[in-house]
């Protein structure tokens, strides 16, 4: 099962599962551009967005998540205001 999640302003506003058939291509390889197709299809919004149990993408884009398209990683919310960011973006608290 694949998971995607719609994005408003680079913030995850929700996420739904996909079966893996709807990915494959004419080769029966995954691919995510398909399953965003398939998204934008059936439920309209976006952007879409693959993401991923297994630390693709740095973590699961869950709900409240921002996706950092230049980097290619989902980032958690800040935990309180004066946590910080690093390079690996993870929040800690100076």
């Not at 993401?51 to 309180?80: L, W």
Request: aromatic share 12%.
């Amino acid at each position: 099962m694949a998971t995607f999640a719609e994005l408003d302003n680079d913030i995850v506003v929700r996420i739904i599962a996909v079966n893996d058939v709807e990915l494959l291509d004419e080769n029966n390889i995954e691919q995510e551009s398909i399953g965003i197709n398939f998204c934008q299809n059936l439920l309209g919004g976006g952007p879409w967005v693959q993401t991923f149990m297994d630390g693709r993408r740095k973590q699961f884009g869950d709900v409240g998540y921002t996706y950092d398209c230049e980097n290619d990683v989902f980032i958690s919310p800040q935990p309180n205001p004066s946590s910080i960011l690093d390079e690996h973006f993870d929040w800690f608290t100076p």
